[in-house]
């Protein structure tokens, strides 16, 4: 532990989720900036708390950050549609925007263990992606979809989200794309909110210590049994045969929840 | 005037900037929602207060509801960046700006007659847009560019203005585009809003009564002399000769605030 350091003593058990301008992601151990780390949930095993911190600041900075959501219940917060919900970010951003915030959570998931998993992370309602999405959002008895995080396959489904979204909504983005057309949210004055989680220490912006902050509220959300972990898969042990396979999973496009490698 | 209309009585003199689902902008008559109109304000001529509606619409919109910059002057507000802040949107902008919010105003214009009219209006700073812009920013003792308002040519310029930006940061948009690559925005995580006037009487808004506050709100602002009109010309009589002759000098490029037709 570097002498620096302010926000934690040796010994204390941490997590985080680094920096792509440090090597050490598939390494036994990594240096990283304090201002990036938060006191791991001690209600949770080291594999189930290594599940959270990347996709918990994806979902935490897109749904407070970079739309400005208010936390607490107020009345005509709207409904929130998550795009591909039963991935890592959209399993802890359904936790999140169910109960910390007053928005109807809509999620969408294909397959019928997809669409039960987004249930029990907290969905008010679940939409099937592979179908048109505007006749399936107006048949639900719900407000207006004022907020759209959009978590994967963005430009397959972006009419139909232009369609959906309120006028002066948001669409929040974190896939990537060569290009990405946002001409047709004109019309409508929607906002474009890009979340890349790595914003922060790519700049090295003054607010870096933020990633500790929103770890550290995540990790007190967990031990108050209101957030629960997103891992559904632990593989043992570290190697390059069970990181090749942890790969192989995630690339073929059906995860849910969020995998880890565990000693 | 209609039956049911509730927010004026007769006789009382009002502006506002109508809607492109009715006819009329060139005619001397027009039918229009009360909701969308405001009180004239009574220091200005009728020619005066026609330059305002819609240029104050869309830089309040902009400014205040897209963005949710705050009125006031709190500490660590950042600056605005306006880009071809001399014509009408741009006029008024600077204005609300630097009168009613705590942003550092820096205005771009390439002449040294629309760099001294942005001057005027209250820009803290003007640089030029026919050069480089990143290293015109960095030579001035400014806080980070937060905000930056792209009023025309934005794909002309936008490497420029994501490399000037602030991580996190926000890009208004009001110009027309076929395609608007917005990938470019991803790394520093920068919000999109596009503002276009004609959103809310277009979907017919449940808030569209909200023009009719900002115009009001105007009004006041213009009487008490904190706000000022953007006219600068003004062509008589009102007949297709002038309305002809007043395109030519809008089409040009080269407009400073705003031209007016009166009878």
Known sequence: ???????????????????????????????????????????????????LPLTSLTAWQLLFD??????????????LLIVGAAGGVGSILI????????????????????????????????????RPMPPQIAALDIPPVSCIASLTQTAKHLAALVEIVKPHGKLGVIDDHDHFDAAPLKAKSVSLHWEMVFTRPLYQTADLIGQHHILTEI??????????????????????????????????GGMIGKIVMSR
């Not at 208010?70 to 409904?79: H, L, T």
């Not at 007053?102 to 669409?115: F, H, I, K």
């Open 1 to 51: 532990m570097g002498d620096a350091v302010e926000l934690f003593r040796p010994g204390e058990d941490v997590f985080y989720c680094g920096t792509f301008t440090r090597s050490g992601a598939n390494a036994d151990c990594h240096l990283v900036d304090e201002r990036m780390v938060g006191k791991k949930p001690s209600s949770l095993s080291f594999a189930e708390a290594a599940a």
């Open 66 to 79: 970079r739309r400005g959501v208010r936390m607490g219940k107020p009345p005509g917060a709207g409904s």
């Open 95 to 130: 936790q999140l925007a169910r109960r910390l915030t007053g928005l109807t959570v809509v999620a969408t998931a294909s397959r019928p263990e997809t669409q039960d998993w987004c249930r029990r992370m907290g969905a008010h309602h679940v939409i099937d992606h592979s």
């Open 219 to 252: 990790s007190e959300l967990v031990d108050a049994g209101i957030l629960r972990t997103t891992m559904t898969r632990c593989l043992t042990p570290f190697s390059p045969d069970t990181l090749a396979e942890a790969h192989r999973i995630v690339e073929s």
